[in-house]
C-alpha cells in the first residue's frame, strides 16, 4: 500500500504510508528536514489488513488491523505541498515497484487518528475485507473414501469472498 504526496523520503513531502520490500508497514510524517518515521514490527501475511498512520504532533503511530502496532515520538513539520497524491504506488521513477493487490476505503482526515478510533474503523470494515475462516472443498479424493497410499494427492478450493486465494496447501 503506499499513500503518499511523493514517497516520504525527500525534503517538501509531507506523510507517506507504504509496505516495505520486506512486508512490514511504515509511516511517515516530515518535510525531510524535520521528520518522524514509525515502522510496524511484525511482516504482513497475504491476509487482508487494514492500515492506518497518524501524527498528532508530538508522536507518529501506526496502526495495524485496528491496533497500535507501534508509536514513535518526535516533531515534524507538516508543510502543504502541490505534489500529487498517489495511491498505490512509489514515486515517479521507474524503479518504483507497484501495490499488487486490492485497496479498499482509502481515506484522509484533518485531525489525529486515536486508537478507539482506530478499533472502531477496523471493526466497521466489511466483513468480506477481513480474515476469516474459508469455505474448503477438497475434490480429490473423493468423499468418505480410503487409500492405501502414502503420498495420496489432494485437489480442491478455499473462498469466502473475491479477496480470498481461490487455491489451499494441504
Excluded: C, K, M
Excluded at 477496523?122 to 476469516?132: I, L, T
Amino acid at each position: 500500500v503506499g499513500l503518499a504526496p511523493g514517497d516520504g523520503e525527500l525534503a517538501g513531502q509531507a506523510y507517506a504510508l507504504w509496505i516495505d520490500p520486506d512486508g512490514n508497514p511504515v509511516a511517515f510524517f516530515g518535510n525531510g528536514g524535520s521528520q518522524v518515521r514509525v515502522e510496524a514490527p511484525q511482516r504482513l501475511d497475504d491476509d487482508w489488513h487494514q492500515l492506518a498512520a497518524s501524527y498528532d504532533g508530538q508522536a507518529a503511530r501506526i496502526y495495524v488491523d485496528g491496533r497500535l502496532a507501534r508509536e514513535r515520538p518526535g516533531e515534524a513539520r507538516l508543510v502543504p505541498n502541490g505534489l500529487p497524491v498517489l495511491i498505490g504506488r512509489g514515486g515517479e521513477s521507474e524503479d518504483r515497484r507497484a501495490f499488487v493487490g486490492l485497496l479498499a476505503d482509502v481515506w484522509f482526515s484533518t485531525r489525529p487518528l486515536n486508537p478507539r478510533q482506530a478499533r472502531r474503523q477496523y471493526a466497521e470494515a466489511p466483513a468480506g475485507f477481513r480474515s476469516s475462516t474459508p469455505t474448503v472443498t477438497v475434490t480429490t479424493p473423493e468423499s468418505a473414501s480410503r487409500t492405501t497410499d502414502s503420498t495420496p494427492a489432494f485437489a480442491g478450493s478455499a473462498s469466502t469472498g473475491v479477496l480470498d486465494r481461490p487455491a489451499i496447501q494441504v
